[in-house]
């Protein structure tokens, strides 16, 4: 009887011991944490002070997208020997000096993807990635500071696609105007002179104009978030149907070690591209004059995949 009350103390005494152990550890677990924390938050106030300082700041965040898949004699599947993939790539830079007197803003944007769906059994079958989404956009921004929120400025924005069809079209936008910095990250370009040069080879259904630019951009990141919008219009003096604007916004939350998820999606209106496809599949080519007749659907892109921030 002494022996199982013995055993009985001691295991009771072994449970309490290490409950109370465990509890410790507990403690000083929670107040390692709160050291994190306060440390952190030290951290982030270093960083402000050192992104007040007035020089160039780079970044850059990207998505990649990787799907690739192989059947071979799979029967249940309509197509039993054929082979698919999807690769997409997003790339999104900037690199902006400041300093008291002026500022110089350049930004990078990079939208490319490859699709690949092959029949194996069929000889004239294509066997290769085709390119699908292929946006390449690169602005650059010169401002002379007449206060802290507004300047006196020169933009000049070219756009294209870098798969297929390099420069046909290609837009190049050079303008004068102002620029407004109400808030911190937030830059909106008003420019009333601008001339929307338009590149295409061949027969061209695109017209070059003189019109207004409209630009905003957002870029910023939050902790592990990073997060991009930006818009720019053109409107035509010549003719509405020669105006244009494009809506891409870029999402990217890191996970672990700068990997993470990563998504965009683009909005775009533009009816000399809307002609121009128009004209492609009809066997009658629609006059540049006859804009009316011309269905200018709105366009739009997404992907989603991998995200890597550095």
Not at 124 to 148: C, E, I, M, P
Not at 299 to 309: A, K, P
């Amino acid at each position: 009887m002494k022996k199982v009350i013995l055993v009985f103390v001691f295991a009771f005494s072994y449970t309490f011991m290490n409950a109370q152990t465990v509890e410790e550890l507990k403690k000083e677990v929670s107040s390692k944490k709160g050291e994190i924390s306060k440390l952190n938050g030290e951290v982030g106030a270093l960083q402000a002070k050192i992104d007040a300082f007035p020089g160039w700041k780079y970044g850059a965040f990207g998505t990649l997208g990787v799907n690739i898949s192989g059947f071979n004699n799979w029967y249940a599947k309509g197509s039993p020997n054929s082979s698919a993939g999807n690769i997409a790539i997003i790339g999104n830079g900037y690199a902006n000096l400041d300093r008291e007197k002026y500022f110089w803003r350049n930004s990078l944007n990079v939208n490319l993807s490859w699709v690949k769906n092959d029949d194996t059994d069929i000889g004239t079958d294509s066997d290769s990635f085709d390119g699908t989404n292929d946006v390449f956009t690169l602005t650059s921004l010169y401002g002379y500071k007449l206060s802290s929120k507004w300047a006196i400025s020169a933009l000049g924005e070219y756009r294209t696609t870098l798969i297929d069809n390099f420069n046909d079209p290609g837009y190049l936008d050079l303008g004068i105007g102002a620029t407004w910095t109400p808030i911190k990250n937030l830059v909106v370009v008003i420019h009333p002179l601008n001339y929307n040069f338009v590149f295409s080879n061949g027969a061209s259904d695109y017209t070059s104009s003189l019109g207004a630019k409209i630009y905003a951009d957002y870029t910023r990141k939050i902790g592990a978030i990073n997060f991009k919008s930006n818009v720019s219009a053109f409107q035509s003096y010549k003719s509405n149907d020669l105006s244009n604007i494009t809506w891409t916004n870029s999402f990217g939350y890191t996970l672990w070690r700068g990997i993470g998820l990563g998504f965009e999606f683009g909005l775009r209106s533009n009816k000399q591209e809307a002609l121009n496809n128009a004209n492609s599949v009809n066997p009658v080519p629609v006059p540049a004059e006859t804009f009316a007749t011309v269905d200018n659907k709105l366009q739009s892109y997404w992907l989603f995949g991998l995200n890597y921030g550095f």
